[in-house]
């Protein structure tokens, strides 16, 4: 079902949150206030919902448009569901559809800002958002941003006082992986990589619980966002892990939506990014170093930033880069992950995991394995 709201085309709404404590009855600074504009119909982030903390809003200053105006142009630049059409068309084609293009800014230093930036997924299909970090610097008075996965992006992690030394080291390794070039979704091919292969690939991802523990495969690989792509989703529910959903490996973690939301991303080292939806009683990240296994939130229903769920679940996801270095989920046929080896079905969340000569479809309760 379509959530009905409103289409916001030549107006942006600058929606100046607080991201750890603002209480929601304080009242609205005048920082906050002034942070409250308009952008000319033919802007890039024309339409664009924009979230800022009100210190961050004062030290952009009447910069934080052009800032806007850059992140919202990669956003709609590298969204597949508007790829290709102008600004103003991409975003009143989202509005219709009850989506929302958002961009946080949450953090400035001199010349630099970093944030998250998505595209809300349709509510009317189970699905799963398209979101991104981005950072971006001012040159010779314009800013150039950086999405996640893009040359920009990684070139700025070099340099920028944004990103602490932890988590550079990361990042680093994941901004400048080189994939394999863009082919068909494999899923349309036969060929398949070797599970041991895919498991030094992978440098030994878990699924989303604790190690030794069990949940249920409520959904075997398919597109992140049910729709087209790679199948890099997997779904699970129950078992005796006590619904709490946990990190695949060590890394940095982003809470996408913000305080409260459910749908965190961890990048993880060599390469691969997790993403987690769904959740509730999350724990708040922004670029944080965390353990492998570390506490990410609970199964849930959440719908932070679009799609739906229709029963208490992890909405879990694999991401990497393809030789262009634009990020992207990518397949889990053929990989290992938690010691399972995940093999496409005939349709999607059809699929199963196999592990010494054991076979796992959905419906079946799974043990999280090591090795």
């Not at 000319?40 to 210190?55: D, F, L, R, Y």
């Not at 400035?108 to 950072?135: I, K, M, N, Q």
């Not at 597109?223 to 940095?252: I, K, M, P, Q």
């Not at 196999?354 to 043990?367: D, F, H, K, N, S």
Request: proline fraction near 5%; hydrophobic fraction near 40%.
């Amino acid at each position: 079902m379509l959530s009905g709201l409103p289409v916001r085309i030549a107006v942006t709404a600058l929606a100046v949150t607080g991201l750890l404590a603002a209480a929601p009855s304080a009242p609205t600074p005048p920082s906050a206030r002034a942070a409250a504009a308009t952008t000319a119909a033919g802007a890039p982030s024309a339409g664009v919902t924009v979230k800022m903390p009100a210190g961050v809003a004062d030290r952009l200053g009447t910069d934080r448009a052009a800032l806007v105006d850059a992140v919202s142009a990669g956003v709609l630049s590298r969204s597949h569901d508007v790829e290709g059409l102008a600004p103003a068309t991409a975003v009143g084609k989202l509005a219709a559809e009850g989506r929302k293009v958002v961009v946080d800014v949450r953090g400035v230093s001199r010349d630099w800002a970093r944030g998250v930036a998505y595209v809300e997924a349709s509510r009317a299909r189970h699905g799963a958002p398209e979101g991104w970090l981005y950072l971006a610097h001012r040159e010779d008075g314009r800013w150039v941003a950086g999405l996640e996965g893009d040359r920009e992006f990684a070139d700025q992690v070099a340099g920028s006082p944004l990103v602490g030394a932890a988590e550079r080291r990361t990042m680093t390794a994941y901004a400048e992986r080189a994939a394999a070039p863009r082919t068909r979704p494999l899923e349309t091919r036969p060929e398949q990589i070797s599970p041991a292969g895919a498991q030094a690939n992978l440098n030994g991802l878990l699924l989303p619980w604790m190690p030794d523990h069990y949940m249920t495969l409520t959904g075997g690989p398919h597109a992140h966002d049910s729709g087209s792509g790679y199948w890099s989703a997997l779904d699970f529910a129950g078992g005796n892990a006590s619904g709490l959903v946990r990190s695949s490996r060590e890394g940095t973690a982003t809470s996408m939506c913000g305080a409260g939301g459910g749908w965190t991303r961890v990048i993880h080292p060599g390469g691969f990014s997790t993403d987690y939806y769904h959740m509730r009683n999350t724990t708040y990240y922004n670029g944080t170093s965390i353990s492998r296994s570390a506490l990410l939130g609970s199964i849930g229903t959440d719908t932070c930033a679009g799609g739906s769920a229709t029963g208490a679940h992890v909405h879990w996801s694999l991401r990497t880069y393809d030789a262009d270095h634009v990020g992207q989920y990518t397949w889990l046929n053929g990989r290992t992950i938690g010691g399972w080896t995940w093999w496409n079905g005939s349709a999607q969340y059809s699929g199963c995991g196999t592990r010494l000569g054991v076979t796992a479809c959905p419906g079946t309760a799974l043990y999280n394995r090591t090795g």
